[in-house]
């Protein structure tokens, strides 16, 4: 106990006089100049700031006060070690007496420059590898590098001359005075080589940094001299500057040497100048758009044009095409803001690795460069805000014309929905009315005019809603016709006639379709069945008929006959209404000595056996047609005509037959005719012949029937 007592009171004691001894050495000085450790002097005394170059004599009490404050903070944690163990410190005047040193320990520590002492750590901590880009830290590394190896040379010196001098004086009283300054030269050494080493490799890193950062800063100059429009548009800004600045300092040269006299010199220097200044004037218009501003053509957005007037369904298309215009242009504008964007940033990156270089690299000409870019920036900056509003009410003005289109299209579709409907409605309606004409008219011929009459009323109605919906002033359109009509009638006469045509044919009921009808035109005939009735032209097959056979030669064509030949030329029809016979009629010639009477007779019972038929059926038809037509002769028995011919007596023999196979019964009753004549011995037919009588001849007697009376 006595002996624990004891030496804690020698520690303390030692402790006391340790920190008087470490004051008056941290307060007197080693050199001829001192370093005050204050708080007013942290900011001359720290190394992570920029300063002024550090000589040894600063690095030297900056490093002893940095052992010192170790030496205190290893007496402070020792003291508030014992003063945590019971069994050290059992006396309470000892423990008071422990306390009263530690108070005096912090003093002294918080008396010391904090800034001082980080700036030591900062070199001598491994973990703080972090801060070895630190931007203040760069200029001062070489700097400090010198000071401390001029101090260590001089310790080095020292610790040799000390260690000598103990060697001579070690069994003398100022062998320890001399061991302590020994060892607190040693531990100076030990820390100026750990900041050393530390210092080596912040300069290392500042070289490697410097590399990396003009990489990245050659690479971001490539991607930024890449051409796009608005490096183009700078570009051409800065050079009709320098053009327009080359050309004022031209101009004042070419004035000064027009103001002096002329000698051969002066006056080819002048004509030199002149021609220079042309070409450069010539330049300085090319690049004249660029003389407001360096962006002006790519800040103004594209014209939106006329807004496309939606009236009718057809338009809508147009405003689809419009909307999608509009869409396209605003893309344009806004990846033409994007790409600016992108450049802005690639400028501010560059600007930011000048400034990093600028900091750390004190030999390139940074401050230059980071004017000259910053002048770009903030023109482009500009730019971009200009163009961002721009776009902000372009895009506005673009969203308020789609909602017009759109209200517009959506007008049109319920428009065109409620017409369709109308138009479905119709015709829906006329096909049923197409289906009741079907059931109720059994006459192949009169459904098929119904059917024309529900079609074209079903079309005009048609039309009539799609006029009176999509021409806003039908009365204008009226006027607009009425004056142009003149040159109309005359340019579409033959259309205008056809129309007409048609109508006095379906509505007057002259020919219908299935009709036999004989069209003449300029001396040709042709004689067909009626196949359609078109709003232009009727169009018939052509037969064989007796026209074919004796003027044609030739039938099966289908024939177009324009509706207006119905004002023009002859159309015959041979089925008008009710009738489906025509008179037909046969010649044969008998000689001047035939039976002419007879041979009549014959005649007329053969057409009466073979158109009896077709006689009650014409008188039939023609019985109907009384309620139409005031018909004078009704006869329709088979008649008989003989007429002295040149050749002969010719007998004409007419009767009815179907009018759409007249060829097939005049073939049947011809046979007929001559056979019956060939049985008969006072009949022959004459044809073409010649005879020669003698003088004196008697003149040949026609025979006589027995019968005298007339067969006719």
Known sequence: MKRTLVFFLLLTGWVSTAVANDAKQVHSPESNKTISLNKQHVGQSTLNVPG??????????????????????????????????????????????????????????????????????????????????HNTMYERYEKSAESLDALSKKLYQQQKALADRLELES??????????????????????????????????????????????????????????????????????????????????????????????????????????????????????SHSASPFADLLQPQEIGEQPVIRNPLDIFSGFSFNKKMRQQLNEYLKRGEELKRYLQLLLNQRQLLSQLAVIDDIGSYKEKIAALDAKIEKYQTAYSTLKDTGNVYAKRIEEIELKINKAIEEQLIKLANIGAIILFLLIFFFVMKQIAKKYISDNERFYMANKVITFVNVTLILMVLLFNYIENVSYVVTVLGFASAGIAIAMKDWFMSMLGWLVIVFGGSIHVGDRVRVDKDGKQYVGDVLDISLLRITILEDITLTTYTHNRRAGRVIFIPNNYI?????????????????DGIDITVTFDSNHKKAAHIAKEITRKYAKGYTDITRQQLNKLRSRYNLKNTNVEPRIYAFAEENGVRISAWYLTNAYATLTLRSTISMEILDAFGNEEDITIAYPTQRLRLQNEPLPQPRLPEDESDPV
Request: cysteine-free; proline content about 2%; hydrophobic content about 35%.
């Open 171 to 288: 069994k003398t009283s100022k062998s320890a005075s001399l061991q302590k300054k020994l060892i607190k030269l040693s531990n100076m050494l030990d820390t100026i080589s750990k900041i050393q080493q530390r210092i080596n490799h912040l300069s290392d890193a500042r070289l490697t940094r410097i590399n990396e950062l003009n990489q990245q800063n050659a690479e971001l100059q490539s991607e930024i001299d890449r051409s796009n429009i608005w490096q183009k548009s700078y570009t051409a800004y800065l050079t009709y500057l320098d053009v327009k600045k080359e050309l004022s300092s031209l101009q004042k040269r070419i004035d000064k040497l027009k103001k002096t006299s002329a000698s051969g010199k002066r006056s080819e220097e002048l004509d030199a100048l002149m021609a220079k200044q042309r070409i450069m004037t010539n330049q300085l218009n090319l690049l004249q």
């Open 567 to 583: 004002f023009t030329e002859m159309i015959a029809n041979y089925t008008h209404v009710s009738l489906k016979t025509v008179w």
């Open 52 to 133: 002024p170059k550090l000589d040894t004599d600063d690095w030297y009490n900056i490093i002893s006060t940095y052992i010192i404050y170790k030496k205190y903070q290893n007496k402070l944690a020792s003291i508030e070690q014992n003063l945590q163990n019971p069994e050290m410190v059992k006396d309470p005047a000892s423990r008071k007496k422990l306390e009263k040193e530690q108070q005096k320990l912090k003093v002294a520590l918080n008396n010391i420059d904090s800034s001082t002492i980080s700036a030591v750590e900062y070199y001598l901590s491994p973990n703080s590898e972090n801060l070895s880009v």
